[in-house]
């Protein structure tokens, strides 16, 4: 009996120790917090004098960590946050890897025609990176997930904005009910463009980061096309339109629309990467426009999580253009060189759900005779 009695008690002991030890699915550390200048800055998460880089990363880790679901805000174009979990995230095969949660939702109201979704979509870049080092620290090379729009003509990469801090004898010039000062932080481009992020009557706080000492701040990413449409044609009524799969922010929490496959990443070039694993994730704002009295688009993020966290993997990766020609004509690849509308993959029967008729519930990338095609 009495051996009996402790057996029981040294399952209990190591279930309670398994328990504590399993991987959490959902983000353990911000690393970087560094907004643009944007209406929500210094008030999500909240700035306190005397904050500085390091707090308020913390504050942000307090605000999106352990499924948390406070939201911080991004700023306008180029302003990020950089996000890991408590182990690594692998890269499943016909899968979606990890979720990102915003807070973008759907118009009941929205009047266009087409049946495109839209309402409050503030579209944010997503990067990824292995801690290849293994400093656990994200110093390592990123790759961009390639989303719809990454391959579309109307998308800007390598485009750089830089802000400008105002100035303490700054005067405001405020116009009508919506704006207090339509020139609150200047903004130049690397394709020659200026402009301003408008202080609304809504948020009357600095949009300049208070604890970033530079007078300047400047990112470059990719950005995004416009989403914002003035259907009311006066200015009243803006819709920020989804773009279709591959963006923080851009759909509603919950649907597939807002989680990520790892096969989407690419590096510097276009070149489509396979990636076993990875450790860092990076958000930033996507689009640089203003939309009347909503502001400028500014990505949200609200949590995030692993979609498999006890998955693992013995794959390597593959940090080279992964394809350049099929071997037979009409075969279509994923980005991991896996066969998806033949019957084999390596001499292993694909499963139906694998083929590309049932792909298509699975938007990304895919190649063909050597070129890249898109499924959404």
């Known amino acids: 009996m009495e051996n009996r009695r402790l057996l029981l008690t040294a399952v209990l002991v190591l279930s309670v120790l398994a328990d504590a030890l399993a991987q959490?699915?959902?983000?353990?550390?911000?690393?970087?917090?560094r907004p643009a200048p944007g209406q929500f800055v210094n008030k999500m998460p909240l700035y306190e004098e005397g904050d500085t880089e390091e707090t308020m990363a913390a504050k942000a880790t307090a605000s999106i960590a352990n499924d948390n679901q406070e939201v911080i805000s991004l700023g306008g174009f180029g302003g990020y946050v950089v996000f890991g979990f408590d182990h690594s995230v692998v890269n499943e095969p016909y899968a979606y890897d990890f979720q990102i949660d915003g807070n973008a939702f759907y118009s009941t109201s929205n009047p266009n025609s087409s049946g495109a979704l839209g309402g409050s979509s503030e579209p944010g870049?997503?990067?990824?990176?292995?801690?290849?080092?293994?400093?656990?620290?994200?110093?390592?090379?990123?790759?961009?997930?390639?989303?719809?729009?990454?391959?579309?003509?109307?998308?800007?990469?390598?485009?750089?904005?830089?802000?400008?801090?105002?100035?303490?004898?700054?005067v405001p010039?405020?116009?009508?009910?919506?704006?207090?000062?339509?020139?609150?932080?200047?903004?130049?481009?690397?394709?020659?463009?200026?402009?301003?992020?408008?202080?609304?009557?809504?948020?009357?706080?600095?949009?300049?980061?208070?604890?970033?000492?530079?007078?300047?701040?400047?990112?470059?990413?990719?950005?995004?096309?416009?989403?914002?449409?003035?259907?009311?044609?006066k200015g009243t009524y803006y819709v920020l339109y989804c773009f279709p799969w591959g963006y923080a922010d851009n759909h509603p929490n919950g649907t597939t629309m807002s989680q990520f496959?790892?096969?989407w990443a690419v590096d510097a070039e276009g070149n489509s990467i396979f990636l076993s694993r990875i450790d860092f994730v990076k958000v930033y704002t996507g689009i640089n426009q203003q939309a009347g009295r909503l502001g400028e688009t500014s990505t949200e993020v609200s949590g995030a999580c692993d979609l498999h966290?006890?998955?693992?993997?013995?794959?390597?990766?593959?940090?080279?253009?992964?394809?350049?020609?099929?071997?037979?004509?009409?075969?279509?690849?994923?980005?991991?060189?896996?066969?998806?509308?033949?019957?084999?993959?390596?001499?292993?029967?694909?499963?139906?759900?694998?083929?590309?008729?049932?792909?298509k519930s699975h938007p990304g990338i895919y190649i063909s005779n050597g070129k890249k095609f898109i499924i959404q």
């Open 173 to 233: 010039t405020p116009q009508g009910k919506t704006y207090a000062d339509t020139t609150h932080v200047h903004w130049t481009s690397s394709e020659g463009e200026e402009g301003y992020i408008m202080q609304n009557v809504f948020n009357l706080q600095n949009y300049y980061p208070n604890w970033i000492s530079e007078d300047e701040m400047t990112f470059t990413g990719t950005c995004l096309p416009g989403n914002a449409v003035d259907e009311s044609g």
């Open 261 to 263: 496959n790892i096969d």
């Open 24 to 33: 959490s699915p959902y983000i353990n550390k911000v690393y970087e917090y």
């Open 125 to 170: 870049i997503v990067m990824v990176s292995r801690d290849v080092n293994g400093n656990g620290l994200p110093d390592d090379p990123w790759y961009e997930l390639a989303g719809s729009e990454y391959y579309k003509p109307t998308t800007r990469h390598r485009y750089t904005l830089t802000y400008q801090r105002p100035a303490p004898d700054h």
């Open 309 to 359: 966290p006890e998955a693992t993997t013995d794959a390597e990766d593959c940090i080279s253009p992964l394809l350049t020609s099929p071997e037979e004509e009409g075969q279509i690849f994923n980005l991991s060189g896996q066969m998806v509308n033949g019957k084999y993959v390596n001499g292993t029967p694909l499963a139906p759900e694998h083929q590309l008729e049932r792909k």
